[in-house]
T-cell receptor, first 111, second 116 residues
Framework: RKEVEQDPGPFNVPEGATVAFNCTYS??????FFWYRQDCRKEPKLLMS???SGNEDGRFTAQLNRASQYISLLIRDSKLSDSATYLC????????????FGSGTKLNVKP | DAGITQSPRHKVTETGTPVTLRCHQT?????MYWYRQDPGHGLRLIHY???????DKGEVSDGYSVSRSKTEDFLLTLESATSSQTSVYFC???????????????FGPGTRLTVL
């Protein structure tokens, strides 16, 4: 079973739409959680950390459900510039500080 | 942006030749990682390092070796390149920080390797 599972998409949405991505992780010992953004042929970059209480950064909201081992990302008022692949990442410090990546969900925002 | 560079950025080589990729950081982070990224597989960990001369295997380590003689440099070597090692290689760094605010990974710009 994969450590982190995501729907690969693509999600094709019009500008201004709200879109949600989900991912699940298999190891309950995972300690911290992130969403990364990766543009085509570029390196992944941190979009936001995900906290148990949920957190928001402008148009982006991330949620964590430890009981269900489920992470979500909500993007409101989508912009053309949001088109990218979004990677769900879980981290275990006590396993040599390793990070486990989902395969990514591709988002295409259309005019 | 975190100070991570990778060299070379692009390389074309032939099957059977040795190849070394270099990752250099200026952040003094303890942990360094090598990943490969292929369509349909996402990022897969090749090797990682938790300190100078301290390295270990990741999930796809066959055919690869690494060395870390200084905090700032982490080298990935393909002893005898094969076409299946054609990929994009990313180096990453991390320093755990203090719970509960664990630090994230920062990535280098990647190396595109083609093995003919």
């Amino acid at each position: 079973r994969k450590e982190v599972e995501q729907d690969p998409g693509p999600f094709n949405v019009p500008e201004g739409a709200t879109v949600a991505f989900n991912c699940t992780y298999s190891n309950s010992a995972s300690q911290s959680f992130f969403w990364y953004r990766q543009d085509c042929r570029k390196e992944p970059k941190l979009l936001m950390s995900v906290y148990s209480s949920g957190n928001e950064d402008g148009r982006f909201t991330a949620q964590l459900n430890r009981a269900s081992q489920y992470i979500s990302l909500l993007i409101r008022d989508s912009k053309l510039s949001d088109s990218a692949t979004y990677l769900c990442v879980v981290h275990r410090l006590y396993n040599f500080n390793k990070f486990y990546f989902g395969s990514g969900t591709k988002l295409n925002v259309k005019p | 942006d975190a100070g991570i560079t990778q060299s070379p950025r692009h390389k074309v080589t032939e099957t059977g030749t040795p190849v070394t990729l270099r990752c250099h950081q200026t952040e003094n982070h303890r942990y360094m990682y090598w990943y490969r990224q292929d369509p349909g597989h996402g990022l897969r960990l090749i090797h990682y390092s938790y300190g100078v001369k301290d390295t270990d295997k990741g999930e796809v380590s066959d055919g690869y070796s690494v060395s870390r003689s200084k905090t700032e440099d982490f080298l990935l070597t393909l002893e005898s390149a094969t076409s299946s090692q054609t990929s994009v290689y990313f180096c990453a760094i991390s320093d755990p920080g203090t719970p509960p605010d664990y630090n994230e990974q920062f990535f280098g710009p990647g190396t595109r390797l083609t093995v003919l």
